[in-house]
């Protein structure tokens, strides 16, 4: 099972980012690293009400005329890197 998955959604009002993790007791953790991308407004923790397979994802927001497309890569890469020194640390 992969440590994350990640999607856009292009909201009418502002497009974001959900991140999807498999293990949801890393949310508070995942939520901090992300706040220190520049062009990162907010990250919220929401309740996933669709069919997904874990109970609550992170909603990445960011800055106006932000690439979304450019940021998804973004923190795919950290999120992998992060995982990978994670992984290595145990």
Same mark, same amino acid.
């Given at each position: 099972?992969? %440590?994350? $998955?990640?999607?856009?959604? /292009?909201? %009418?009002?502002? %497009?974001? *980012?959900?991140?999807?993790?498999?293990?949801?007791?890393?949310?508070? $953790?995942?939520?901090?690293?992300? @706040?220190?991308?520049? @062009? #990162? @407004?907010? *990250? @919220?923790? $929401?309740?996933? #009400?669709?069919? /997904? $397979? *874990?109970?609550?994802?992170?909603? #990445?927001?960011?800055?106006?005329?932000? =690439? *979304?497309?450019?940021?998804?890569?973004?923190?795919?890469?950290?999120?992998?890197?992060?995982?990978?020194?994670?992984? #290595? =640390?145990?």
């Amino acid at each position: 099972m992969l %440590p994350f $998955r990640s999607e856009i959604r /292009n909201a %009418p009002t502002q %497009p974001t *980012v959900k991140i999807f993790l498999g293990d949801e007791s890393l949310d508070s $953790r995942i939520k901090k690293h992300l @706040e220190h991308f520049e @062009e #990162v @407004e907010t *990250v @919220e923790i $929401r309740k996933s #009400v669709e069919r /997904n $397979r *874990v109970g609550e994802h992170l909603t #990445v927001f960011f800055k106006d005329d932000v =690439d *979304v497309d450019k940021m998804k890569k973004s923190i795919d890469s950290s999120l992998w890197w992060y995982f990978e020194e994670d992984l #290595v =640390d145990e």
